[in-house]
């Protein structure tokens, strides 16, 4: 059975920095693209990273892009996502995907929340 | 790179069918095939319900089907029941190096 379970959420001040991480289980971690994907409180889905399979190609939205790195650690089944300078519109629940053809996330996490508040 | 369009809302009562509209551009939803629909459940997970268009997962009912034509791709539900109440969103590739996009959600009321 396909699990993937994030952590690291919390509350932060802006400016502050959290390391999400997401433990996957029962694929092969390492022959999977992987994203990571944030909900505002009452909002949409928003695309944040993904990270190609060995880790050599990796994609942020603009908007995130110079303050948020995406990594996997495929030794640990393990995909991260370093969060710096923590912006109040950052709040949201962050889930981690498994990636199939044609970027459709076909396994998700139960998320993990992120509050940015002072 | 702009959100699909989705209707805010759509209801149905119990038995009947609705269908949810899913609009891009020529760039993304009606250049591939790559469209896929999302269930969430208030306080839950997004739930993968139909990929590459049409394609339902494994334990998907198959009162839930997916089509496209030219820009707009469609979810179909038909013999709507309560546990169906739920948001759904699209989302469609839109080449490589570049994730693809979300539509804003669809919530849906059984009535």
């Known amino acids: 059975e396909v699990q993937l379970v994030e952590s690291g959420g919390g509350l932060v001040q802006p400016g502050g920095s959290l390391r999400l991480s997401c433990a996957a289980s029962?694929?092969?971690?390492?022959?999977?693209?992987m994203n990571w994907v944030r909900q505002a409180p009452g909002k949409g889905l928003e695309w944040v990273a993904n990270i190609k399979e060995d880790g050599s190609e990796k994609f942020h939205v603009d908007s995130v892009t110079g303050r948020f790195t995406i990594s996997r650690d495929n030794a640990k089944n393990s995909l991260y996502l370093q969060m710096n300078s923590l912006r109040a519109e950052d709040t949201a629940v962050y889930y981690c995907?498994?990636?199939?053809?044609?970027?459709?996330?076909?396994?998700w996490g139960q998320g993990t929340l992120v509050t940015v508040s002072s | 790179q702009s959100a699909l369009t989705q209707p805010p809302s759509a209801s149905g009562s119990p038995g009947q069918s609705v269908t949810i509209s899913c609009t891009g551009t020529?760039?993304?939803?009606?250049?591939?095939?790559?469209v896929s629909w999302y269930q969430q459940h208030p306080g839950k997970a997004p739930k993968l319900i139909i990929y590459e268009v049409s394609k339902r997962p494994s334990g998907v009912p198959d009162r839930f089907s997916g089509s496209k034509s030219d820009n707009t791709a469609s979810l179909a539900v038909s013999g709507l029941q309560a546990e169906d109440e739920a948001d759904y969103y699209c989302h469609s590739y839109a080449g490589s190096n570049d994730f693809g996009v979300f539509g804003g959600g669809t919530k849906l009321t059984v009535l």
């Open positions: 029962g694929f092969t971690f390492r022959s999977y693209w």
């Open positions: 995907g498994r990636t199939r053809p044609g970027a459709t996330v076909d396994y």
């Open positions: 020529s760039s993304d939803v009606g250049n591939y095939n790559y």
